[in-house]
């Protein structure tokens, strides 16, 4: 089962060797981390998509997580409604007579090309996993030279409690 383990920690030093640490020992497989600044000046947010195998695994995983000193709170978000978002950055073979062809297959996708070169094009690429993959699928026949993936990042949605679902609003 893959699940999205998110915590709040200390930004210190070691905190995130710790946590790693913590997973290696109990042989759980880290398929992504990320980590980054919070809102809160010297709290940092991790996300870990880990593989694991039973329900009672992700129980002591938190479990065990929140025991460490610097971790302030930690979510099983899996089941929950999250934005979760993945960015990759795609060098691709390219020639000038191909670049349009390329640009037709990454706009649906809503992907821009942020480098050219005489042999090559650098793909930007956000969005869910699933999302990314495909990309990379429709871009193997040119040639993909060089991939760098954040992994996924990930938060729990907002709640509007007593709004009517069917109301718009705008963001200006």
Do not use: C
């Amino acid at each position: 089962m893959r699940r999205i383990i998110t915590l709040t920690v200390n930004n210190q030093s070691g905190v995130l060797n710790r946590i790693t640490g913590l997973f290696t020992k109990r042989h759980y497989n880290i398929e992504s981390i990320t980590v980054g600044h919070t809102e809160v000046e010297g709290i940092s947010r991790m996300t870990f998509v880990v593989n694991v195998q039973e329900e009672k695994e992700v129980e002591q995983i938190t479990k065990q997580l929140n025991k460490q000193i610097d971790v302030l709170k930690v979510n099983d978000i899996t089941n929950q409604s999250i934005v979760a978002r993945e960015l990759a950055l795609i060098k691709v073979a390219s020639t000038p007579t191909n670049r349009i062809e390329l640009q037709g297959i990454i706009e649906p996708f809503r992907a821009s090309i942020i480098d050219v070169s005489k042999e090559s094009v650098v793909v930007q690429v956000t969005g869910e996993s699933d999302k990314i993959e495909a990309l990379i699928d429709l871009l193997k026949p040119y040639g993909i030279k060089e991939i760098a993936r954040t992994g996924t990042t990930a938060f729990t949605r907002g709640t509007q409690r007593g709004t009517n679902s069917a109301k718009s609003f705008s963001l200006v």
